[in-house]
């Protein structure tokens, strides 16, 4: 991922976004809930925007400075935001199946301490 530039312009950043993703180069914005939430602030922040894939940075740039610039190697974005969608989803549910995990080890520890106790005890 390589950044392409940074504005507090946030409207000039979404325009980038769609040139480039209509012509098949997939960008991600950072500090986009940054400047929406501190938007009232006077300090600017600065949104980025950066191509997903390195091989399509010198076509985003050319892009940029001339709309009528071909892509030499266009993806699908949707098929892109999908497959990232999927992976999100995927991290969630594992993560939560570890957390299952160590709740239910401790539950397990928790009482095979306690009847180890009450045996020791009686």
Do not use: C
């Given at each position: 991922?390589?950044l392409?530039?940074?504005?507090?312009?946030?409207?000039?950043?979404?325009?980038?976004?769609?040139?480039?993703?209509?012509?098949?180069?997939?960008?991600?914005?950072?500090?986009?809930?940054?400047?929406?939430?501190?938007?009232?602030?006077?300090?600017?922040v600065?949104?980025?925007?950066?191509?997903?894939?390195?091989?399509?940075?010198?076509?985003?740039?050319?892009?940029?400075?001339?709309?009528?610039?071909?892509?030499?190697?266009?993806?699908?974005?949707?098929?892109?935001?999908?497959?990232?969608?999927?992976?999100?989803?995927?991290?969630?549910?594992?993560g939560f199946?570890?957390?299952?995990?160590?709740?239910?080890?401790?539950?397990?520890?928790?009482?095979?301490?306690?009847?180890?106790?009450?045996?020791?005890?009686?």
């Amino acid at each position: 991922m390589k950044l392409i530039y940074q504005s507090s312009d946030k409207q000039a950043v979404e325009a980038s976004r769609l040139l480039l993703e209509s012509r098949g180069i997939p960008v991600h914005i950072s500090n986009d809930d940054t400047n929406r939430n501190l938007s009232y602030m006077s300090v600017a922040v600065q949104v980025g925007i950066w191509v997903v894939f390195d091989d399509q940075y010198l076509d985003a740039v050319a892009l940029l400075k001339d709309d009528a610039h071909d892509v030499a190697n266009p993806r699908d974005v949707d098929e892109y935001r999908t497959s990232l969608n999927n992976a999100e989803t995927e991290m969630r549910k594992s993560g939560f199946d570890r957390v299952m995990l160590g709740f239910m080890l401790l539950l397990i520890a928790g009482i095979v301490t306690y009847f180890v106790s009450k045996i020791t005890h009686s």
